[in-house]
């Protein structure tokens, strides 16, 4: 796509319904870190047509990576986002994959120039600020559509389909369990960007919003009632074993921990596999020299016990849904990086979920049935179990053929889904039981 881009007649979801377009789909994007550069290659993977018209990212390294590869034209690199939303319109629709503080400015000034918005979760940092959000987009008469990314793996396509048809009878409780794995937690919540609530926000909504909205999803009710508990209990201080030193490579003790740094990255470097996804972010290159410079430099080299990070590591949340459905979830650092594990209790039966496969139990007929998904892992670097894919693909196919049916959520439903992350939040903070 040339710079004639920004001659073009750009659409909305809302202005061709049922109609394709007769060109491929423009897209912008805001933020080419992981996930907006994860994003951009599904989308441009697809069957759908896509050009990428567009990229901000401060970083010029990988804006131009990402640039060169996607065929962005000189005059639509920028090195500020502000300046893609203040120009002329580019695209059909922009993803937003900025740091979580950006989100509410970045949303409300794309929305203004008429784009139609992939949003990475979390919406905002604030109910008030997601509720802002929403008015916006609803305001400028563009669509919404937050990165639940998880509504859409095959896994859940088929768990949802189990609920509603009444396999398992009325559904009266939910045990669900999200385990963040132990050397995951410690890149991104310890040393990563996710680590302290002033630079970003709390550990429920970073990394559990997807967990309380799927919960949402499946149950099809809204919440009436919550509680939480929580807190940060081992990545402290007062919790450093004798010698540890304030950085994996000066750590008398770091061959016997299981956070260490070291291990971590040069395992993702030499071996790959899922963890090269977490190394490519700590390092600026996937080389023994930058690998080692930043682990003598950079944050992602420091002793999990001598960091800057204050968000809980273990927290356990009770939802009560209208008409009496309850629910037990729990996020815990402590753990292997496994898939999230889910049990739904039914009048007439139980289905036990790990992320691919589905055990549904009969009351009846005393009988197993097991479904096999197999979509894959459920981690980000893994795509969350097909999830990725399947939003990327129908948001793309959604805002190019015209159809709003194939997308899951609106600004409503993910404003209302993170109410709920809110009021758990302030639930564990205040010790009571938070109505809404």
């Known amino acids: 796509m040339t710079s004639s881009t920004t001659r073009t007649a750009f659409a909305n979801l809302r202005t061709h319904p049922g109609r394709p377009l007769d060109r491929p789909l423009a897209l912008a994007l805001a933020g080419a870190g992981a996930r907006g550069t994860g994003y951009a290659a599904l989308a441009a993977a697809g069957a759908t047509p896509v050009t990428l018209t567009a990229v ?39 993803i937003i994959a900025l740091q979580d503080a950006e989100h509410l400015e970045a949303a409300e000034a794309f929305a203004a120039r ?62 669900h369990l999200e385990p963040i794995g132990y050397w995951h937690y410690a890149h991104s919540y310890v040393r990563g960007n996710w680590r302290r609530e002033d630079l970003s926000s709390f550990a429920l909504l970073t990394k559990s ?93 420091r002793c999990v016990y001598r960091s800057d990070n204050d968000v809980v590591d273990h927290q356990v949340v009770n939802l009560q849904y209208e008409g009496g459905v309850t629910v037990a979830f729990t996020l815990t650092a402590f753990t292997p990086q496994e898939n999230r594990h889910t049990k739904i209790f039914g009048t007439r039966g139980q289905i036990t979920g790990d992320g691919r496969t589905l055990e549904i139990y009969d009351f009846v007929t005393d009988e197993r049935t097991v479904i096999d998904t197999d ?62």
């Open 375 to 436: 979509n894959g892992g459920a981690s980000a670097a893994e795509g969350h179990g097909g999830g990725d894919a399947a939003l990327v693909d129908a948001f793309v196919r959604a805002h190019h053929g015209g159809r709003p049916e194939l997308l899951l959520s609106g600004a409503r439903e993910s404003r209302d889904s993170h109410r709920v992350v809110f009021a758990a939040e302030r639930a564990r903070r205040t010790g009571q039981v938070v109505r809404l």
């Open 114 to 175: 008429g784009y139609d918005i992939l949003l990475e979760k979390p919406m905002a940092l604030t109910a008030e600020e997601c509720d802002r959000i929403a008015a916006a987009t609803e305001a400028a008469g563009v669509s919404l559509t937050v990165c639940h990314v998880m509504r859409y793996s095959p896994y859940t396509v088929r768990l949802k389909r189990l609920v509603d048809s009444g396999r398992i009878g009325n559904v009266v409780s939910v045990e």
């Open 56 to 94: 901000a990212e401060p970083r010029l390294g990988r804006r131009d990576e990402l640039a060169d590869r996607h065929g962005v034209p000189e005059e639509h690199r920028h090195t500020d986002w502000r300046d893609l939303a203040a120009g002329p319109r580019v695209a059909d629709a922009v």
């Open 209 to 301: 919003g997807h967990d309380i909205d799927w919960l949402g999803h499946v149950i099809g009710r809204p919440v009436t009632a919550v509680s939480s508990f929580g807190s940060l209990s081992h990545f402290r201080p007062d919790q450093a074993p004798e010698g540890a030193g304030e950085r994996c490579v000066s750590c008398a003790v770091e061959t016997h921990c299981p956070y260490s740094a070291r291990r971590l990255y040069q395992v993702g470097l030499r071996e790959g596999g899922v963890k090269r996804y977490f190394t490519r972010i700590a390092a600026d290159e996937l080389t023994e020299e930058s690998v080692e410079r930043a682990l003598a430099e950079g944050p992602y080299g």
